[in-house]
């Protein structure tokens, strides 16, 4: 049991550190970056031209899915981890040094581009072994809980990244925020990733790939694999994660240029409406990943898309409106809908894939997602609702709900049999932590 709590700890607090550094360039892609890296242009474009650079991050994901998830494959779930970490911390560091276009001029924007997608490649090759780490230690029983503690790490990540906004927002003037005050959120990275490597550093693998490793069972070539006889599982994979992708970005990103540009929120209310709904997310996340261990998981995870994507249509009125109270309010069921679709979301997709395939399939399938879904998705909501109003930029969340729908459909319901058996026949007996039928 302390192998398993160790490792739901180490998953979850290197996650967040990593999603801190993600989330906290997505919130001054819209509050800050317009202004200071892409100046002379209108408003609007500034604003989609800051999103572009965000998209980056999710686009070079596939880059991190690639390369990393074979190599929890092959190599080994820790080593992919520290690497991950120490990449994505150093180019968020950098980029707080970054002077900004005033300074050095186009340079700017290019190398602000090239470091985050860095930060992209590290948080792509982070997540399929950071769930393995949690979800390999646990009983595969309940695998819904256990592999949740990586899903905690995005709106962990997300209120910390808020949060050190919030406090800069509410203390400093907004000179002070555009000259110096928001590198701080930066290269507050330095402490927190530092903490993540001594955690992870203490760990040793996973039982399963150690069972795999022993056995020899690992695969040579994970990626041919995986297209060759997983093609449905990495399908469902892919399809199931663009509803959760495309509401996330609308609630924690878009959100802030919605409500301050087009409802005149402050800057500082709409940081708080989404600090709110992260902090029920820490709760949230893993209160449905264990209840889709007692219920079928993708029955859970459907309930909660389809959710989203009647929500969405309550939510533009409510921001609308002009009410922080109403901002608050939808908001927040927007994540808690959003944590009921992700939290199961970590088990159901490593289920879709054979053990010694786990980290490759899931990182791909969890990566290309990204592109499809989280990537485009600011973009598309600003340009949809600048265009046609907020109905089309709803109406663009729902499709992917839809989509999401489909993928749930495609996917298969794990048999935890596969890891018992596994660790049965390489003699691992209870050190994997399973529940023996």
Request: with cysteine; proline share 5%.
């Amino acid at each position: 049991m302390a192998a398993r709590g160790k490792a739901f700890v180490a998953s979850l607090s290197g996650t967040s550190l990593e999603y801190y550094d993600f989330a906290v360039y997505g919130t001054a892609s819209a509050l800050v970056f317009p202004q200071l890296f892409f100046p002379g242009s209108d408003p609007l474009t500034g604003v989609l031209l800051a999103f572009t650079t965000f998209a980056v991050g999710y686009i070079s994901r596939p880059v991190g899915g690639f390369v990393f998830g074979r190599l929890g494959d092959t190599l080994g779930r820790k080593r992919v981890l520290v690497t991950t970490l120490l990449l994505i911390g150093v180019a968020t560091v950098l980029i707080g040094l970054l002077p900004t276009y005033e300074t050095i001029g186009v340079t700017a924007p290019i190398v602000l581009v090239l470091l985050r997608f860095a930060q992209g490649v590290g948080v792509g090759g982070e997540w399929g072994s950071a769930v393995l780490l949690s979800g390999e230690f646990g009983d595969p029983r309940r695998r819904g809980f256990w592999s949740s503690a990586a899903q905690i790490g995005p709106p962990a990540g997300n209120l910390l990244a808020n949060g050190v906004f919030a406090v800069l927002a509410a203390t400093l003037t907004g000179d002070q925020l555009l000259s110096w005050g928001w590198r701080l959120a930066f290269l507050l990275s330095a402490l927190l990733v530092a903490f993540g490597l001594w955690i992870r550093l203490t760990l040793e693998d996973t039982p399963v790939f150690r069972a795999l490793q022993e056995s020899g069972e690992t695969s040579a070539s994970p990626i041919r694999e995986v297209l060759r006889t997983q093609p449905r599982g990495l399908a469902a994979a892919i399809l199931s994660r663009l509803g959760p992708d495309v509401a996330y970005s609308l609630l924690t990103v878009y959100v802030l240029t919605y409500a301050t540009r087009t409802a005149g929120f402050e800057r500082a209310a709409v940081l708080s409406a989404v600090l709110v709904g992260s902090a029920l997310q820490l709760g949230l996340v893993p209160a449905f990943g264990a209840l889709s261990d007692r219920w079928n998981r993708r029955l859970v995870s459907l309930g909660a898309v389809i959710g989203i994507g009647v929500w969405v249509f309550v939510l533009f009125p409510l921001i609308g409106a002009g009410s922080f109270g109403l901002l608050v309010l939808g908001v927040v069921v927007g994540l808690a809908l959003h944590a009921a679709a992700y939290g199961p979301q970590a088990a159901f997709i490593t289920e879709q894939f054979s053990p010694r395939l786990r980290s490759t399939g899931s990182s791909l399938g969890y990566t290309v997602a990204g592109v499809v879904g989280g990537a485009l998705a600011p973009l598309l909501l600003t340009s949809l609702q600048a265009g046609l109003g907020w109905a089309a930029a709803a109406g663009y969340v729902a499709l992917a709900c839809v989509l999401s729908a489909v993928g749930l459909a495609l996917g298969r319901d794990h048999d935890p049999r596969e890891d018992e058996e596994l660790a049965a026949a390489a003699g691992a007996g209870s050190g994997t932590g399973a529940a023996r039928p």
